[in-house]
């Protein structure tokens, strides 16, 4: 969407990041497709981030590299150590399962509203701001607690009062080629993750015993009995496996990979300028 007003730039080299697929959202501009197109046959290198998009970009440039979502350990290890817990989390019963992200068209809502229905003496915590969905369309039960938005550096403090970390995604076009930064921090922050069956959550992590995937609201609720029984003993070998999975994955791997790239292809562009000016003067 920036293209209207950054078209007529000369770049040395343009670098398109596709994080989503933002033309599958709820009040997409219906130019969107047009200008990635516009821009795809711009970029020098497309990046993706996550391996459905990459499946769905490779086809359309030939510079395609996929790099899923990773995670900042040191700061969602802090979850692990015993936090104070936030005012407005303190007094709300155990066990708590907790959400934190954007609450939009990407959320079921209906599935929440069963899962706290059926469980009522557990406490749903939902942190993230509500966009393009009526705040009169979320369900209200005394055990679904909507605390708003909280800063990035807060949210070790809210996962750390959690006993499982959830991630109620609905299958809809939106949430088609998702990869979620959310499964890589709860883990890091050393809880269990109950995940509807979003396409990279079960390619990337469904193999692990600390990630429970279910369809519905009968097998979400049987996933998180089983989640809080592993939150119990993180010591029975579930986090140790999580861990080894994590270790590999850093956002400073992720940004020296994708600077790699990108000064290799200046580097080429360099080299190519330079020989033409080598064959000018000759």
């Not at 709820?26 to 391996?51: H, N, Y």
């Not at 942190?127 to 679904?144: F, T």
Request: charged share 25%.
């Amino acid at each position: 969407m920036m293209l209207p007003f950054s078209r007529h730039l000369d770049t040395d080299l343009t670098v398109y990041d596709a994080m989503d697929e933002l033309s599958k959202f709820r009040f997409a501009p219906p130019k969107l497709l047009d200008l990635e197109q516009e821009l795809i046959d711009k970029a020098d290198i497309v990046f993706t981030g996550g391996s459905s998009l990459y499946e769905a970009k490779k086809g359309r440039h030939d510079n395609v590299h996929c790099f899923p979502s990773s995670v900042d350990r040191v700061h969602f290890l802090k979850a692990r150590a015993r936090q104070f817990d936030p005012a407005d989390q303190e007094e709300l019963p155990r066990p708590r399962l907790g959400f934190y992200g954007v609450i939009d068209e990407r959320f079921d809502t209906e599935l929440l509203a069963k899962v706290a229905e059926m469980r009522p003496d557990w406490s749903f915590v939902m942190i993230g701001p509500v966009v393009k969905i009526a705040a009169e369309d979320l369900p209200r039960r005394p055990n679904i607690h909507y605390l708003g938005p909280k800063t990035y550096a807060e949210l070790p403090a809210y996962l750390s009062g959690w006993d499982v970390a959830l991630m109620p995604f609905a299958m809809n076009e939106s949430t088609e080629f998702i990869s979620p930064t959310k499964t890589p921090e709860y883990l890091a922050g050393g809880k269990p993750v109950v995940s509807t069956p979003v396409r990279d959550v079960v390619r990337h992590y469904g193999q692990l015993e600390g990630v429970l995937i279910a369809g519905d609201a009968e097998s979400f609720v049987a996933a998180c009995d089983q989640a809080l029984e592993l939150g119990r003993h993180p010591e029975c070998g579930w986090l140790a496996e999580a861990d080894l999975i994590l270790s590999a994955t850093s956002w400073d791997t992720t940004q020296a990979r994708m600077a790699g790239l990108v000064a290799d292809l200046l580097g080429t562009r360099s080299a190519t300028a330079s020989s033409a000016l080598l064959v000018a003067a000759e």
